[in-house]
Nanobody, 124 residues
Framework: QVQLVESGGGLVQAGDSLRLSCAAS????????MAWFRQDPGKEREFVAA????????IYADSVKGRFTISRDNAKKSVYLQMKSLKPEDTAVYYC?????????????????WGQGTQVTVFS
């Protein structure tokens, strides 16, 4: 069992940066692939970024590539999303997810545990 708690969201101006954190509980965190998804009201949940269990593989949505960076610290049982050059279209609730398959994937069905989300709002 893994519990996830996101933090770091906020209200920022376009062009600013934010760093999201996701703290996990559970002894098997280091074996899980981790990902960030986001969802704006009225829209479908959207993949943002994912990282494999050891951090050797990362994948990103085209919309955030070059601006966002996902990383993890297995010793701290945490995963991070560094977001730069934020745009109003990045506004959403950001969710952290953990997948027992260990492989980074864009497929939300491969993730078994989800956090409650943290709101990111970017104004122009």
């Amino acid at each position: 069992q893994v519990q996830l708690v996101e933090s770091g969201g906020g209200l920022v101006q376009a062009g600013d940066s934010l760093r999201l954190s996701c703290a996990a509980s559970g002894r098997t965190f280091s074996t899980y692939a981790m990902a960030w998804f986001r969802q704006d009201p009225g829209k479908e949940r959207e993949f943002v970024a994912a990282i494999s269990w050891a951090g050797g593989r990362t994948i990103y949505a085209d919309s955030v590539k070059g601006r966002f960076t996902i990383s993890r610290d297995n010793a701290k049982k945490s995963v991070y999303l560094q977001m730069k050059s934020l745009k109003p279209e990045d506004t959403a609730v950001y969710y952290c997810a953990a997948g027992a398959s260990s492989t980074a994937t864009m497929d939300s069905r491969r993730y078994d545990y989800w956090g409650q989300g943290t709101q990111v709002t970017v104004f122009s």
